[in-house]
C-alpha cells in the first residue's frame, strides 16, 4: 500500500544549490507584527513595550549548553539583552519570574501542514471509500503550533493554496492567532497520485508554468512530490531558482542523487524515502515501498550510505527529519491523553483503528519496522556528522497521530533518542530552520537584536528532553500567548476544521 504521508522544505544558505541568489524572506515571513486583535486577544498572556523574563534556565539554540539563572529583557518585540539575573532592568520593564522554568527560541517547524488526511469510511480491516481528502485545518492546526513553540513555520506543500495564504495575511495583520508562515505552493505531483486535491503535472512546460504562477500569487517555496519525473523535476528547479525560492522534495520515482544532481535545495523524510535501491525501481517510477525497502536494506555506516550522504552535502542539499510520522509505524505509541482530546470524534475513531492495527503486527513485520526506523534515525546521525544540515519538523499526516505542535515537540525528543544531546536538538529544531530559510538573523537563536520568539517551559529539558512538553507560554514578536487557552480553543476540532 502506496505511503499517504506528505512533505515539503527548501534549502541553501544565502543561495540555491545552483548557486543563483534566493529571495530576502524576512519582509515577507517575518513582517512588521501588528498589534493582537480582537480574535487574538483572548489567547495573550503578557504584552508589555518591556518584559523581563527573570530568573529563567536559557538554551539559546546555538547548541551551547544551557545558562541558569539569566534574564532575558523584551523590548517592543526585540531581545534587548540576555544576561545574568542581576543584569539592571528598566524600572518600568514588566517582570516575570520564571524560577524553575527554561527558555529556548521559536521552533522553526519545517514540514508542519496545514490540513489533515481524511480516509472516507474507514473499518477495522483499514478498508475505505475513494478518494483520500485533505481537509484544511485552518482554525485549528494555526493554533496548535503556536501553543506548542512553533512560531515560524513551512506549510510543506498545501493543497489550497489560497486559503493558506490568506490565512498568513490574517495572522500577519493580527487578526487570527498562529505562527510566521512560510507558504509553499501546490504539491508538485506528477500522474497516478492517490490524492484527488492534487494537480497532475503533465509534462515540464506545465512544470515551470506552475511554480511561475505560483511564485507569483506569493508563495515562498515549493515542495516536488512522489510521482514527478526527472525532466518535471528539473523544470520545477530551474523556475524556482530562477525566481529565487527554493524547493523541497517527498521524492519517489526521482532518487535521493538524481534529486541532488538537479539540484534541488532540500529532501524530506530523512532517508525514509530514497527509491534507489527499492526492487524493480525502473526510471521516472514510484516503487510500492516508497524507499523503505532501500532504507531497510543500507547498512548506515556501509560505503553505499557514506557514498550517498558525501553526494548529498557536496550538493549542498539539506535533509528535513520527519521521524514522528515514521514513528507511527511502530507498536505501541499511542498519543497521551492531552493529544488525544484535540482530535475530532471522527479522528480519534480513525487513529485508533490506525493503532490497533500497528499494535497487531505479526513479529517479523515489526522487526522489519523497527529496524528500518534505527537505519534512518542513523543515517540522519552521519549526515550531520559528514556536513549536512538537518533540519526538522513533523508531518502531521500519516495515521493520524501527529498532531500540530504536539508532534514538533515529539520530533525534538526524537532526535535526542537518535543520538543528539537534548540543546543539540533544540539547536536542530530552531536555528537549522531558520538558517536554511536565511532567516538566522532575525529568529533561531536567544541573543539581542533578535526578535522576541520564545517558548517558556516548566522544568529543565537540558537535562530531561521529556519536560519540553511542558509549554507554558510562546513569545511571538514579544507579545506572550497562553498555552492552555489556545488548546482549550481547539480541543476535538483538529480533523474536523
Known amino acids: ?166 490565512l498568513k495575511r490574517a495572522i500577519d495583520h493580527g487578526e487570527l492567532p498562529g505562527p510566521h508562515m512560510d507558504i509553499t505552493g501546490p504539491y508538485l505531483e506528477g500522474s497516478h497520485s492517490p490524492f484527488i486535491q492534487m494537480h497532475p503535472i503533465r509534462d515540464p512546460g506545465d512544470a515551470k508554468e506552475t511554480v511561475a504562477f505560483w511564485a507569483k500569487q506569493g508563495v515562498t517555496s515549493f515542495k516536488a512530490y512522489m510521482d514527478l519525473t526527472r525532466a518535471e523535476l528539473k523544470a520545477a528547479v530551474e523556475e524556482a531558482h530562477a525566481l529565487g525560492l527554493k524547493i523541497t522534495g517527498h521524492l519517489c520515482a526521482v532518487t535521493y542523487r538524481q534529486a541532488a544532481e538537479i539540484g534541488i535545495d532540500n529532501l524530506e523524510h530523512g532517508f525514509f524515502v530514497n527509491t534507489e535501491h527499492d526492487p524493480g525501481k525502473a526510471p521516472d517510477t514510484c516503487t ?60 480519534k475513531h480513525d487513529y485508533l483503528l490506525w493503532r490497533a492495527h500497528a499494535d497487531a503486527l505479526p513479529p517479523e513485520r515489526v522487526k522489519q519496522r523497527a529496524i528500518t526506523f534505527q537505519h534512518g534515525m542513523a543515517m540522519e546521525r552521519e549526515f550531520v556528522a559528514a556536513g549536512g544540515l538537518l533540519l526538522a519538523g513533523p508531518d502531521p499526516t500519516g495515521n493520524g497521530g501527529i498532531v500540530p505542535g504536539f508532534g514538533d515537540l ?24 531558520a538558517l536554511y530559510l536565511g532567516l538566522q538573523d532575525r529568529i533561531g537563536s536567544i541573543a539581542a537584536g533578535k526578535d522576541a520568539d520564545l517558548v517558556i517551559v516548566k522544568g529543565n529539558p537540558a537535562q530531561h528532553i521529556d519536560d519540553i512538553e511542558h509549554v507554558e507560554t510562546v513569545f511571538k514578536d514579544g507579545v506572550g500567548y497562553d498555552t492552555q487557552s489556545l488548546l482549550k480553543s481547539v480541543q476535538g476540532r483538529y480533523g474536523e476544521y
Do not use: C, W
Not at 524576512?26 to 486577544?41: E, H, N, S, Y
Not at 523574563?53 to 518585540?77: C, F, K, M, S, Y
Not at 527560541?105 to 478498508?127: C, E, K, R
Not at 553505499?304 to 549542498?316: E, G, R
Open 288 to 347: 510500492a515501498s516508497d524507499g523503505m525497502d532501500t532504507l531497510h536494506a543500507m547498512d548506515p555506516q556501509g560505503s553505499d550510505a557514506k557514498s550517498l550522504i558525501h553526494d548529498l552535502v557536496a550538493h549542498h542539499v539539506a535533509i528535513t527529519s520527519t521521524l514522528p510520522v515514521f514513528e507511527q509505524d511502530l507498536p505501541h505509541r499511542s498519543l497521551g491523553p492531552q493529544v488525544l482530546a484535540m482530535l475530532s470524534p471522527q479522528a
Open 410 to 433: 515529539r520530533e525534538v525528543e526524537l532526535l535526542v533518542k537518535e543520538g543528539f544531546t537534548p540543546v543539540q536538538a533544540i539547536h536542530i529544531a530552531t536555528y537549522n530552520g
Open 1 to 166: 500500500m502506496r505511503r499517504v504521508i506528505a512533505a515539503a522544505v527548501a534549502v541553501s544558505i544565502g543561495a540555491s544549490a545552483m548557486g543563483a541568489t534566493t529571495l530576502d524572506l524576512a519582509p515577507i515571513v517575518l513582517p512588521k507584527a501588528a498589534a493582537p486583535g480582537k480574535a487574538v486577544q483572548p489567547f495573550v498572556r503578557v504584552n508589555a513595550a518591556e518584559v523581563a523574563l527573570t530568573h529563567v534556565r536559557v538554551i539559546d539554540g546555538t547548541g551551547t549548553p544551557a545558562r541558569d539563572d539569566q534574564t532575558i529583557l523584551i523590548e517592543n518585540g526585540k531581545i534587548a539583552a540576555v544576561g545574568a539575573s542581576d543584569m539592571s532592568l528598566p524600572a518600568s520593564a514588566k517582570r516575570v519570574d520564571l524560577s524553575g522554568h527554561t527558555v529556548f527560541p521559536g521552533l522553526v517547524g519545517m514540514h508542519d501542514h496545514l490540513f489533515y488526511i481524511a480516509v472516507p469510511n474507514l473499518d477495522g480491516a483499514l478498508h475505505s471509500d475513494p478518494p483520500l481528502l485533505l481537509p484544511e485545518m485552518a482554525f485549528s492546526a494555526p493554533r496548535l503550533y503556536l501553543a506548542n513553540g512553533v512560531t515560524t513555520l513551512r506549510t510543506t506543500g498545501s493543497v489550497e493554496p489560497y486559503t493558506d495564504l490568506n
